[in-house]
């Protein structure tokens, strides 16, 4: 039984249908990434599974049971539009937190000095949270989305706003949380984190899944279809090729999509001519290549945010 | 709803506002603006004694001036042996604060008299020299025409009511109106003031968490509606709270003050009886406190807090829909507009409480916690129509929870500015 299951989801504000005929699962000990542009309803869908606005129809199951409040304290969930409370002391506003999660008192007070020795955090423990650094918030941030020990993490764009320092720990939270067996789904439209943490994916274009499943095996079914060149000299022999996408263009580097067929030696025979070759080496399409070819290139909205 | 996630709101709710620093600074304040109101109070009353404005007279009678130097010695100088050009100076050196030219024309005709002054003393020295001055005049002419003494006596009758009420068990008590008109204005201003004031604590509170993006951590937890309810028992335990140390404050001040006052008063009237002015020596009405029921007081407190719930939803409401606090001015209209309705309606609840429209006015719900209570404390309402009004506000209060409840679970995730009242519409009919 997978742990978060969504069937058939549709919601739609006004005329506009935010998410429509929506499914997929998300396994236990694996993270789970949902992606697409702004816009495209992942906001939308979690706030669904987290029960903080009702479905208009399809079904939605964490391990085996039917969103509720109950199924809301199995679940820590980190918000895109995210805060605390400026005016109360950081140990207050997790004790407060954690209790609205369930907890009792003397645990929640072991889960919190825990969190905060952790991220040797725990000289804050008094401080009004106004007065913290945007970093130090940040982390006050990530425990109290934990802080509860949930079964479920759901994370919505996690890294926007995040320092350096602060993605990287979170990076080692979630892989740690999945090494403990933990669920873990986010959201993000920017590709490349989908790509280095991910598991299983979730692509959504203007409210649709278009394309879900084991991110290793979509990409095979992809091919080895892409090349990357990278040359010194005269570029302009790209724009003179017909049958491909280019990608990821720079004066000395392109990401070219071969479609319909095309013999790749084709291009490099074509790009000799004109200048010095560095680099040629056929790889699989980078995720944010398959969304394109998926949805196509005109369906996409706000497509240069996914231009990460 | 989970009542134990309405508590933990709640308690939040309570402990963080009844610490903060607004709140302890504005429940001390409070009863020290009350006792330093009700200090002068007592200094007005017992150096009543205003400043005295000197007015001096070229009198071609010879008659009235000394009868107006009898009236009021300080007040008045005769200089008739001054020519005009000299008072004109002494009022320009503020030396004297005006003068009058009477003369006989003044007595055989009503001839407009003519005061020159250099502005100060206002309406009320006018006022006091225009009755003086019909004063003496009267009396000249009622002298020249040498009317018997009982007809000068008629002129001076002086006419005097004393009101008890009749209760409907035959007993006559003592008639208050006065004094509980006082008291019905000030619950009435008391519970207009508390509804914007507590209903502002609410709206900034839920803009707050609108602002610092908490409210979606928050409601990943608990739903708006949990979490609104908490919000509203939260600020209305702190009502509670902050009102229950104002009334004790107020009974334990009043019951020092009080005797003290009293105490200060007697050795006044005293020295005022020495020096040969009896009449000073009664105490300042305020000070003769008639009891205040404690029906009243119960009264008080159900309206109080009816208004408060029937009002803080939407306040709630409102914070939801604004992005910022700025934002809120034209949100806020439809609340406004019968709050201070209310509290005109008020004013004229206190002078006639029985009127139609005082009667009709105090079962509006939205009227009720202010008009309703001016007429509870001034006058004998129907217990019917008490009953009405607390039912109808029940009533009233079921639909605009229901209808903010609809408005703040859609408007506290909605960022990035304010709604219209379009949007609110169609978030209600969501």
Redesign the interface.
């Known amino acids: 039984m997978a742990t978060i299951e969504v069937e058939n989801l549709s919601k739609t ?2 005329k506009t249908v935010a998410v429509d005929d929506v499914s997929f699962e998300a396994q236990r000990g694996r993270i789970f990434g949902l992606l697409g542009p702004n816009g495209a309803g992942k906001t939308t869908t979690i ?1 669904m599974i ?4 009702p479905q208009d129809s399809g079904k939605i199951t964490i391990q085996g049971v039917r969103v509720s ?1 109950k199924t ?2 199995m ?1 820590g ?3 895109e ?8 002391k950081v140990g207050e506003q997790l004790m ?2 954690a ?3 369930g907890l009792d008192a003397s645990t929640a007070k072991k889960q919190i000095r825990y969190w905060l020795e952790r991220f040797s955090a725990s000289d804050w423990h008094s401080k009004v949270v106004g007065e913290l650094s945007k970093g130090m918030s940040q982390k006050i941030q990530f425990i ?1 989305t934990i802080v509860h020990d949930p079964e479920i993490y759901i994370f919505d764009e996690p890294f926007s706003g995040l320092d350096p320092i602060n993605s990287e720990l979170l990076k080692e939270i979630i892989i740690e949380l999945r090494e403990k067996g933990k669920t873990i789904l986010f959201s993000t439209h920017r590709m490349e984190q989908v790509e280095q943490m991910c598991d299983d994916i979730c692509l959504f274009n203007n409210g649709k899944v278009v394309l879900t499943g084991n991110l290793r095996s979509i990409k095979k079914e992809f091919g080895k279809n892409t090349v990357l060149l990278e040359f010194q000299g005269d570029g302009t022999f790209l724009d003179e090729l017909d049958d491909i996408r280019i990608n990821n263009r720079s004066t000395n580097f392109a990401e070219i999509r071969i479609l319909n067929g095309l013999d790749h030696q084709e291009i490099l025979k074509k790009a000799m001519e004109r200048a010095e070759i560095h680099k040629f080496q056929l790889v699989e399409p980078s995720l944010n290549e398959i969304f394109i070819s998926t949805v196509g290139e005109d369906n996409i909205k706000n497509k240069e945010e996914l231009q990460a | 709803m ?1 009542w134990r ?1 309405v508590y ?2 709640l308690r ?1 709710e309570y402990i ?1 506002r009844v610490k ?1 620093k607004g709140f302890i600074a504005a429940t001390i304040l409070v009863p020290v603006g009350f006792v330093v109101l009700f200090g002068i109070g007592i200094l007005i009353s017992v150096w009543e004694s205003d400043i005295t404005f000197e007015i001096g007279v070229i009198d071609q009678t010879e008659v009235l001036a000394p009868s107006l130097e009898e009236m009021n010695e300080e007040r008045y100088t005769d200089y008739s042996d001054l020519a005009e050009d000299s008072l004109r100076t002494l009022v320009q050196q503020e030396q004297i604060t005006g003068y009058m030219i009477l003369d006989e024309e003044h007595i055989t005709s009503d001839k407009t008299l003519e005061l020159i002054y250099s502005g100060s003393g206002g309406i009320q020295l006018l006022n006091s020299i225009q009755s003086d001055m019909r004063e003496v005049i009267r009396e000249e002419r009622l002298q020249r025409a040498e009317v018997s003494q009982d007809i000068q006596n008629i002129f001076e009758t002086s006419v005097s009511l004393n009101s008890r009420r009749l209760t409907a068990e035959g007993e006559e008590t003592e008639d208050d109106t006065a004094f509980f008109t006082i008291v019905g204005m000030a619950m009435g201003f008391i519970i207009f003031f508390a509804i914007f004031g507590y209903g502002g604590y609410i709206m900034r509170g839920v803009i ?2 609108k602002t ?3 409210v ?8 708006p509606i949990e979490l609104l309810s908490g919000k509203m028992v939260g600020v209305g335990a702190l009502a509670i709270t902050q009102f229950g140390i104002w009334i004790i404050a107020l009974v334990g001040l009043s019951s020092i003050a009080g005797p003290l006052a009293a105490s200060m008063m007697s050795d006044q009237s005293a020295q005022m009886q020495a020096m040969g002015a009896p009449e000073q020596a009664e105490l300042p009405a305020f000070l003769d406190i008639p009891t205040i029921e404690t029906s009243l007081i119960v009264y008080f407190i159900l309206f109080f807090l009816l208004g408060y719930i029937l009002y803080s939803s939407l306040f709630a409401a409102i914070g939801s829909a604004a992005d910022s606090e700025t934002d809120t001015q034209q949100l806020m209209m439809p609340v406004t507009i019968p709050i201070m309705l209310a509290y005109f309606i008020m004013f004229h609840a206190w002078r006639s409480p029985d009127s139609m429209l005082s009667v009709i006015s105090s079962l509006v719900p939205f009227f009720s916690p202010i008009v309703m209570i001016t007429r509870i404390a001034i006058t004998e309402v129907p217990f019917w129509q008490i009953g009405l009004s607390m039912l109808l506000m029940v009533l009233t209060f079921v639909g605009t929870m229901w209808l903010s409840a609809k408005i703040y679970k859609v408007g506290i ?1 909605s ?1 990035g500015g304010t709604a219209s009242f379009k949007d609110i519409a ?1 978030w209600i009919r ?1």
């Open positions: 504000f006004g706030r987290n029960y903080i606005i409040p809301q304290k679940i969930y980190m918000p539009e995210r805060g605390l409370y400026k005016k109360m407060y937190l209790q609205l999660k109290s | 989970s996630q933990l709101v939040r963080t903060s707050e968490e610092n993006r908490i979606e951590v928050i409601t990943s937890s608990v739903k995730l960022y169609k969501q």
